[in-house]
């Protein structure tokens, strides 16, 4: 059983920046990793993915460009590195682990380990 454990959120003016940071335990960290969010009445939402040594990232479109996700494998870590925040990005940000896949993926059912999630919030 994989434990997840982010942290960096918090509340930011429009256009600007913040890393979120998720760190792993409890098995050998070889596995692909996401970043998800979810905000009220909406369904979660794919963000980021990495596989497993980093060489191959996916990203949704609405991210594309603003943000990205990085791995130290010797941390057991990923990161999320966000730029030109909008208030549309506001949302908790989950970290999950596909612990049975080394390569990146954004479907949401292949991820078996999942944070308490981060609140990011973007003022306008």
């Known amino acids: 059983q994989v434990q997840l454990v982010e942290s960096g959120g918090g509340l930011v003016q429009a256009g600007g920046s913040l890393r979120l940071s998720c760190i792993t335990s409890?098995?050998?960290?070889?596995?692909?990793m996401g970043w998800f969010r979810r905000t009220p009445g909406k369904e979660r939402e794919f963000v980021a993915a990495?596989?497993?040594?980093?060489?191959?990232?996916i990203y949704a479109d609405s991210v594309k460009g603003r943000f990205t996700i990085s791995r130290d494998n010797a941390k057991n870590a990923v990161y999320l590195q966000m730029n030109s925040l909008k208030p549309e990005d506001t949302a908790v940000y989950y970290c999950?682990?596909?612990?049975?896949?080394?390569?990146?993926?954004?479907?949401?059912?292949?991820?078996?380990?999942w944070g308490q999630g981060t609140q990011v919030t973007v003022s306008s």
């Open positions: 990495i596989n497993w040594s980093g060489s191959n990232t």
């Open positions: 999950a682990a596909a612990t049975r896949l080394t390569v990146a993926t954004k479907l949401p059912q292949q991820y078996d380990g």
């Open positions: 409890g098995r050998a960290y070889v596995f692909a």
